[in-house]
């Protein structure tokens, strides 16, 4: 059995203080190193995404100076900005693969992303014969919900465990977790990862 964990925008941006900041962001980065001291071990392949948008671009719309927090956003993760860097929580030691995604438009699937060679999420799971995707990271109710599903969509056995996320809005995080569940995949604490 191959397993991947995939983490899902755990930036500056995204954490308390960022300019996109969802509360429990620092806690949920401070976890999921904490996981990985202890699990990595067991992944084939650990993938992180950062979302990387373009500077001085609406980027197709995502930015807006009046966001409604749904569709269009405050500017966050531009590209090589501190907010667009990895959260200083997360340590990303055990991180095989990194993607970007979002130049210029919204992309909220891990699996929108490309690695600096160009591969995808896709690849990597063919390449290495992946059954199993774990999803953690940010935010729950966007980027988290969009690659868990998109995972499921892809054929594989998906699992999100729900201390290691965190969302924007309370009310559109348990709905997006109900869906996610719906779909197929697996809720659980990553205390009781087997
Ligand atoms: C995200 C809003 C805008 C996310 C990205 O990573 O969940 N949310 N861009
Ligand atoms: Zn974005």
Redesign the pocket.
């Given at each position: 059995m191959s397993k991947a964990l995939f983490i899902v925008d755990v930036q500056n941006d995204f954490t308390e203080h960022g300019a996109l900041g969802v509360e429990g962001g620092d806690a949920v980065a401070g976890r999921i190193s904490r996981f990985l001291a202890a699990h990595a071990g067991e992944y084939e392949v650990i993938v992180a995404s950062r979302?990387w948008?373009d500077p001085e671009s609406d980027n197709g719309g995502?930015f807006a100076d009046a966001p409604d927090f749904v569709d269009t956003?405050p500017p966050?993760?531009v590209a090589g900005t501190a907010g667009a860097e990895y959260d200083d929580g997360f340590d990303t030691a055990a991180v095989t693969h990194h993607l970007k995604k979002?130049q210029g438009a919204?992309a909220y699937s891990l699996f929108e992303g490309h690695a600096d060679d160009g591969s995808m999420a896709h690849d990597l799971l063919t390449a290495h014969g992946i059954l199993d995707i774990d999803v953690v990271g940010l935010a729950t109710d966007y980027c988290v919900r969009a690659s868990a599903l998109d995972a499921i969509a892809a054929g594989r056995h998906v699992r999100v465990f729900t201390d290691l996320v965190a969302g924007v809005h309370a009310a559109s995080s348990e709905r997006a977790l109900a869906e996610i569940a719906h779909a197929g995949a697996v809720l659980l604490s990553s205390e009781d990862a087997a």
């Open positions: 979302d948008h995502h956003w966050h993760c979002g919204p």
